[in-house]
């Protein structure tokens, strides 16, 4: 597996996003299974993992943590704070629902239990999982550099954050890498982020860059999801959408032929954007794990790379990626 680089953090060039083995997408597999999927993993040359302890809430930082504590010292595991999840509590001091909290104590007291669970000494990246806005930018970079100073924390990072927030954050603690969504049915990293973290040299981490799995080629309009997959939310994964966003499928098969599958075309070309991205796809199936590693190896032609852009170019995806709610959580 080759390597790269999010500012100074060397990773595997594709890692591994764990959330779905646990959240969001149905009933989880049993835990035995999804240890022995990790460390394959490992086996496999992947050396960047990504959790968080939303996801569950808590088990699947457990999971992780059970899982990679052979390989201590070998792996980067990133993990997130920014919301809390006491039910009672929410960022406006009302109650009845979690809500984003990014306070400089429930930080500190966020990290104390992602070590426990995660069985690490260290926490090698830690994300604000999305943008407080009660909480300027300049305190939570000061909590996380207090942090990397005590050597709970290594690297700090930022998920779905805007330019202007990346620089403020950055001028008080550089940022090693910023986790957006990312792919090529959501490319809107390239207006501005792009550039940004080319100038800053900070990484790149896309999240759902199979598109919550539609890149893959293996969902369409007539697929249905379990009634606890979060997808049936999702305005994307209406059978309607999914119908009319059938045809990025078909570009993705075109290029691939008989070579390459949509999932290898789409990863493949990710990477080829910048030397500094890193996907992290998920999976819970040790073939798809296979297949997705593969295209670290996949050399796309510029030809390639101008005929996706074309062809993207003249097309709209039609659905928002999230409901109202979630989407308002993100630029900021």
Not at 166 to 180: D, F, K
Request: overall charge neutral.
């Amino acid at each position: 597996m080759q390597k790269r680089k999010l500012g100074k953090l060397e990773v595997s060039a594709i890692g591994f996003g764990c959330m779905g083995m646990s959240f969001s997408y149905g009933p989880s597999p049993d835990k035995p299974t999804m240890i022995a999927l990790l460390r394959s993993a490992v086996d496999h040359g992947v050396t960047f993992f990504d959790t968080a302890e939303v996801y569950g809430p808590y088990v699947n930082e457990e999971l992780v943590g059970e899982a990679l504590a052979p390989f201590r010292g070998q792996v980067v595991i990133a993990t997130k704070f920014g919301f809390n999840l006491d039910p009672d509590y929410d960022s406006k001091g009302m109650k009845g629902s979690p809500g984003l909290d990014s306070r400089p104590e429930h930080i500190r007291k966020v990290a104390e239990a992602s070590l426990k669970r995660l069985r690490v000494e260290a926490l090698d990246l830690f994300y604000q999982h999305r943008v407080d806005p009660n909480v300027p930018i300049e305190e939570v970079a000061g909590a996380v550099r207090e942090l990397i100073q005590a050597g709970k924390v290594r690297h700090f990072g930022l998920s779905e954050a805007a330019p202007g927030t990346i620089r403020r954050a950055h001028a008080v603690q550089p940022v090693t890498a910023v986790q957006s969504e990312y792919s090529l049915w959501t490319r809107g990293p390239e207006a501005e982020l792009l550039a940004t973290l080319e100038e800053l040299g900070i990484g790149l981490v896309p999240y759902s860059p199979l598109g919550r799995g539609f890149l893959t080629g293996k969902i369409d309009e007539t697929t249905t999801f379990d009634q606890a997959d979060f997808r049936n939310a999702l305005p994307r994964f209406t059978p309607e959408a999914r119908k009319a966003n059938q045809a990025l499928i078909d570009l993705l098969g075109r290029i691939g032929g008989k070579q390459a599958t949509p999932a290898q075309i789409a990863l493949a070309w990710l990477l080829a954007q910048k030397p500094w991205i890193v996907p992290i796809p998920g999976t819970r199936k040790l073939e798809r794990l296979e297949e997705n590693l593969g295209a670290a190896a996949l050399q796309l032609s510029q030809d390639d790379l101008d005929a996706i852009d074309r062809a993207a170019a003249g097309f709209t995806v039609q659905g928002d990626r999230y409901p109202e709610n979630l989407e308002r959580l993100t630029g900021r």
